[in-house]
């Protein structure tokens, strides 16, 4: 931990130095104006209809509603490791919302992560994400969120620690992790790709969970959407590459529009985090935006094979006493040979979610069980039952263990202490 | 069980090896089942995981609403409601509304007499010196509940009719405004809760646990899920 903090602040001190000369003569383009936008405009009726379907595809409802109330109204946190940071109310609201904003400060925060006085916002507003977004995109995003209800709700206030709690030191942070800048299309691709990675990479902002973070909570480029352990949430969100080695190996486009559409797929079901993104977001997309994504994810490049960490203890026994509690326990929903049933149970052989590195991903839903997100598609889901009365921390690394290295799996055996640290996690 | 069943009727064992999963509900609610019991019948010797078998369905789709949006506090709870829509949690809360299953006893703590009258009193009277109306006035004359949203009150384990009372006291149980069990668990006394509690677990459940029908009282304060009809505060 010590070592983590001096190595933060002497990025810090380095970045410092970058962001003076990066600000200095970046700050012109920041503030470029753009063409006032009139009132007639926000509210057209075919505007603000693109920007409701934009706005549930970027998922702003699913981090500025507090649970179970009202939607875009803010009164929730992102939880990080540096505490929590509040999601401010987005709804037209005068005194606590956007009531009093025009469009070119809305840009201002979506595309360069900047508040309406100038400030810096935290990079838990995925705003490293919708910089690619495209001001036509981002006017009608803005014209759906100026037709909302206004509530009446003040922000929750900030809840960091020094330094984090002094906005002016983002700079260091976004002179490391931050470019501004809306997608630009590849002309050597088809137009279905780059629709695809527009969606991926901006308003889906898919990197923003599906990306390993470093001790700063930023992103290296190269390692974008290879997956990651989710801040706080301990769930790991795994790489999306298709190709050898990748989370979705052997993934076909149908899987991958199933799976965004449905909650469930031939591959994998949805759960946790990624439940409440389908069920919230991306079922509500159209097929041609579903195909997009897939299309596009299907050509990330293929990943080096992780290199399994040397087991020092007996993983084979471990997972050889799992075989039993599998047998007596799961096989009769998953299968004797991992395979699942179709559109009921899904598969654990070749599941990105078994196989992730950490194991958390199972550990986890063997404790907890739960069922995959209700959708249109598929309104009534079948459910795991939770494991976490029956099973106790030996048992559940056996059998996760034994789902990780069975069949045709090689992931890395998982310990009781494993267990026993997942079983603590808050569940939200 | 599914295998022996496939292998019995000469499937291949490749075959067997997919089992054939039936299209049921309860077949789709095995977490619900694993905690409250594949009828709901919960348990009711620890009294931890509630009875929900025969409890009235609205009461019981407004329960599982609760949790999902974090008005009611029990985090596995949570996690299960979490994505599920309105019409399967109210197909989900139908199902365990008609299962009838016979109440079992709990264990319920030796009080004194003094004590158990105390609570006789709270149920059938009241004590109009702290405002608390008497739980019939709500929960129907035989504690049966009514129709389609109030519980019953007799049948349920001392523990789990103590910890409900307290968690309205602590916020980790609330509902749509006004809230009228929180305000009411709040006017008890800690030892109101023990005699209350006492009193319905030692109280014999009557030979027709159905709820009373829609209407069958006037609620003596205003509740939200009861759309707020009643009368005083």
Known sequence: MTRRRSLLWWIVAVACALLIAWWWFG?????S??????????????????????????????????QGAKPFAGGSAVATPFGDIPAPNITPDVETGLGSWNFNAFWQALHTGTGRHGEWLYPAF????????????????????????AVHRPAMPLALKFPYSVRRNLGAWRALYFREGVYQPDSKRSPQWNRGAYLVQGLGHCNECHAPRDALGGTPKDKHLTGGEIPEQNWYAPDLSTQQNGGLHGWAAQDIVDLLKTGQSAKGAAFGPMADVVATSTQHMTDDDLHAIANYLQSLPPRKMASAEPELFDADAIAQQ??????????DCHGKDGTGVT?????????????????????????????????????????MPPYAQQLNDSDVSAVVSYIRRGWSNHATAVKPEDVSRYRQTPID | MLFVLAALSGMSSSAADTPSIPDTLPQRIAACTTCHG?????????????????KPAAYLARQMQDFQNGLRKYAPMEYTMRQLSPAYMREIADYFAAQQVPYARSPAPVVSEAVLQRGALLVTQGDASRGVPACMSCHGKELTGVEPSTPGLVGLPYDYLSSQLGSWRTHTRGTVAPDCMATIAKRLDPSDITAVASWLAHHDVPPDTHAQPAGSVTPSMRCGVLGATGEGA
């Open chain 1, 343 to 383: 559109g009921v149970y899904p598969p654990l052989k070749g599941n990105s979610s078994v196989t992730e590195p950490t194991g958390v991903n199972a550990i986890r839903t063997v404790l907890l069980g739960g069922f995959a997100p209700s959708t249109a598609a598929y309104p009534r889901p079948y459910s």
């Open chain 1, 27 to 31: 700050r012109a383009d920041v503030v």
């Open chain 1, 322 to 331: 799992g075989e039993k509690i599998y047998l007596q326990h799961c096989a």
């Open chain 1, 126 to 149: 995925s705003y490293t994400s919708y910089t690619k977004v495209t001001n036509d995109d981002a006017l009608a995003i803005f014209a759906y969120l100026r037709s909302l209800p």
């Open chain 2, 38 to 54: 594949v009828h709901g019948e919960g348990t009711p010797g620890s009294g931890f995981f509630p009875r929900l078998a025969g």
């Open chain 1, 33 to 66: 104006d753009q063409a006032a936008v009139s009132d007639a405009t926000l509210r057209d009726p075919a505007l603000i209809a693109k920007g409701a379907y934009l706005t549930t595809i970027a998922d702003c409802a699913g981090c500025h509603t507090a």
